[in-house]
């Protein structure tokens, strides 16, 4: 059995939402035999009323609420192994921001794999991984797996995989990530590249028709020959590979509608591809699939290189 994932870390922050991710976590960990690493972060400030400012006392808040994450992630460790004794889980709680918290524990613990919802809710008002997600997207070191609040809660669907490729490193990278899954699940994968609407270079933002067609088909054969050797790679490997290059308004449109005419159950991006800048600045298309797509998104860096932390 192929080992995709050794250590999955799950980012918790006591909301029903935030859970959600533990099911799909499990499933990938006991699929690779991998180990299932909980996280939570103790802010380094607690939130002070107006009226509580002029008291000045916040003795033992730290120890109170110290203690009440780590009851919190010992009761979910409890609830998993009383499923399967034999799932190695280890709880971690930080003081800290809430973001560095959780990239420090994937560095330290070496994390494969990130899984955690977009969005959080907590009666307590103390949920955070709605302002986070985007931290730990940017700056993680190793892929991350979102879902968003608003999907059923159901299993991990891995049977067909989409994967989003241009042709980069980056996205090369997303690839891997795929192979990985497909070789653990048996999973099929779609391979798409999308061909935006070019503009005219002499009035950018006109479509001059017979120079826009010219610069579609050309990408078109270049991108079909590029999936077609992508494909052939795949396919001897015994993985089933089909490929679709898509001519769309732009490319989350473009994998939008590629998701809708699929069965896929996970999209396989890069966090940044052709045209990429920054590091930590997340890719446009990759920000607006987290957002948008029907379906968990799995957003893999262009590569592991050292602490990005702040904080």
Not at 148 to 159: G, K
Request: include cysteine; glycine fraction near 8%; aromatic fraction near 4%.
């Amino acid at each position: 059995m192929t080992q995709a994932y050794s250590k999955i870390l799950v980012p918790l922050d006591g909301s029903e939402f935030g859970e959600r991710a533990l099911a799909p976590a499990l499933a990938l960990a006991r699929r690779s035999q991998g180990e299932l690493h909980l996280v939570s972060a103790v802010s380094s400030l607690p939130l002070l009323r107006p009226s509580d400012a002029e008291k000045g006392d916040t003795k033992g808040w730290f120890a109170e609420e110290g203690a009440r994450v780590a009851a919190y992630l010992e009761q979910v460790r409890e609830r998993i192994q009383e499923e399967d004794p034999d799932q190695v889980v280890r709880v971690h709680s930080r003081v800290g921001g809430p973001a560095p918290s959780i990239l420090r524990r994937v560095e330290e613990v070496h994390a494969d794999l990130v899984v955690m919802t977009t969005h959080g809710r907590s009666a307590l008002g103390r949920a955070w991984l709605g302002s986070v997600a985007d931290g730990v997207v940017r700056q993680a070191n190793c892929p991350v797996l979102l879902l968003r609040p608003d999907e059923e809660e159901a299993p991990l669907n891995l049977a067909r995989i989409m994967v989003s490729l241009d042709g980069s490193d980056a996205s090369e990278r997303a690839l891997g990530q795929a192979r990985l899954l497909a070789g653990a699940w048996g999973s099929e994968v779609d391979l798409v590249s999308v061909i935006p609407t070019p503009h005219s270079v002499a009035v950018p933002y006109l479509d001059a028709s017979a120079e826009a067609e010219e610069v579609r088909q050309t990408l078109e054969a270049d991108f079909r020959e590029y999936l077609d050797r992508t494909a052939t790679s795949l396919r001897e490997a015994g993985v089933k590979v089909e490929t679709q290059v898509v001519r769309a308004q732009d490319v989350p449109a473009g994998l939008l509608g590629a998701l809708k005419r699929s069965e896929a159950g996970l999209l396989v991006m890069s966090t940044q591809g052709r045209g990429g800048v920054a590091r930590l600045i997340l890719g446009s298309v990759a920000n607006r699939m987290i957002r948008s797509a029907p379906v968990p998104v799995l957003v893999v860096p262009p590569a592991r290189k050292e602490s990005l932390i702040e904080g």
